[in-house]
């Protein structure tokens, strides 16, 4: 028998944690898409994109194995009525946006492409 995955109940007509899930799947499909397109860019400019398709693949790996935790914390926050933006997730996610972004920039503008 298939396990079912249990929400518990809340009180928020909006759907405020359901919102949240979609937009932290969405932000997971993105890093992969990222990835996808470091790796057009290993035969011009060689394994230095490896490093960059490894960190997009992690970042995305880390939002998803995370992304029940967060949903579980909201819900709860929600029914105690005392919930708290989770600051170091979305720091991270962003931190890691910017260096990719930074190493992506490196690698077009200043990495020689190989013959």
């Known amino acids: 028998m298939?396990?079912?995955?249990?929400?518990?109940p809340h009180g928020d007509a909006g759907l405020?944690?359901?919102r949240t899930e979609l937009a932290w799947g969405?932000?997971?499909?993105?890093m992969m898409?990222?990835?996808a397109v470091f790796l057009r860019w290993m035969p011009h400019h060689g394994w230095f994109?490896?490093?960059?398709?490894?960190?997009?693949?992690?970042t995305a790996l880390a939002i998803n194995r995370t992304r029940k935790r967060r949903f579980h914390r909201a819900i709860h926050g929600i029914?105690?009525?005392?919930?708290?933006?989770?600051?170091?997730?979305t720091a991270a996610v962003a931190a890691s946006v910017v260096v990719l972004a930074g190493?992506?920039?490196f690698t077009?503008?200043?990495l020689p492409a190989e013959q």
């Open 16 to 18: 405020q944690p359901e």
């Open 2 to 8: 298939p396990s079912r995955r249990y929400t518990p």
């Open 33 to 35: 898409a990222a990835a």
């Open 49 to 58: 994109v490896g490093a960059l398709v490894a960190a997009s693949v992690l």
């Open 103 to 105: 190493l992506g920039i």
């Open 108 to 110: 077009v503008l200043l």
């Open 79 to 89: 029914n105690q009525e005392a919930i708290t933006p989770d600051i170091a997730s």
């Open 26 to 30: 969405r932000t997971t499909l993105s």
